[in-house]
């Protein structure tokens, strides 16, 4: 008796078939694993970049509407009109913006340093008119500067300079 031929794949045909198989698999994971690698570097990017923004939009706007910016023992205290303050305060690793009772707010910064100056000029003083800040700052490696500028008018300039004077400031 005859038995009829059946058309089949050898057991060397399959192992090949499964041994490229298994190449296209690895490859495709491969691929995934680092696309998944690259999208959280990007993450990380955005968000330190999206915290710089921040930090910078503050500042300038603080320092806009402030009536006057002093350096006090390295912090930067800005008196605004009503009379309250906004307090930035500079540590290692932080940078830290404080509304009293209102808000406080920390940006995660590495800070290398920091320039106060007033009329061109570094302003060492404690008590100090500012006019000039610069923040040089770090994160994960990458250098960020921040740099702000205030503008004052000259009725501000001479009420500063007489309470000065006079020991009300």
């Known amino acids: 008796m005859k038995h009829p031929k059946l058309a089949s794949f050898t ?3 399959v192992a090949v078939a499964l041994l490229l198989m298994a190449i296209v698999v690895a490859l495709a994971y491969s691929v995934l694993i680092r696309s998944h690698k690259q999208l959280g570097s990007f993450e990380q990017h ?7 923004r921040l930090l910078h939009h503050a ?6 509407v402030a009536q006057t910016a002093q350096q006090a023992a390295g912090t930067l205290l800005l008196q605004l009109a009503d009379q309250s ?4 305060t500079f540590s290692d690793s932080l940078v830290i ?3 009293p009772e209102i808000a406080v707010d920390s940006f995660r910064f ?4 920091i320039y106060f100056g007033f ?3 570094p302003q060492i003083k404690d008590g100090g008119l500012v006019d000039e800040v610069r923040l040089y700052l770090q994160q994960d490696r990458l250098p960020y500067v921040l740099h702000q500028e205030k503008m004052y008018d000259a009725a501000t300039l001479i009420r500063f300079f ?6 009300t400031y």
Do not use: C, P, W
């Open 46 to 52: 955005f968000t330190t970049d999206n915290s710089y």
């Open 11 to 13: 057991v060397v045909e």
């Open 97 to 99: 913006r404080e509304m």
């Open 110 to 113: 590495q800070v290398d340093s």
């Open 85 to 88: 303050t906004v307090h930035y």
């Open 119 to 121: 009329e061109a000029k």
């Open 162 to 167: 007489k309470r000065i004077k006079t020991g």
């Open 59 to 64: 500042l300038q706007h603080d320092m806009h």
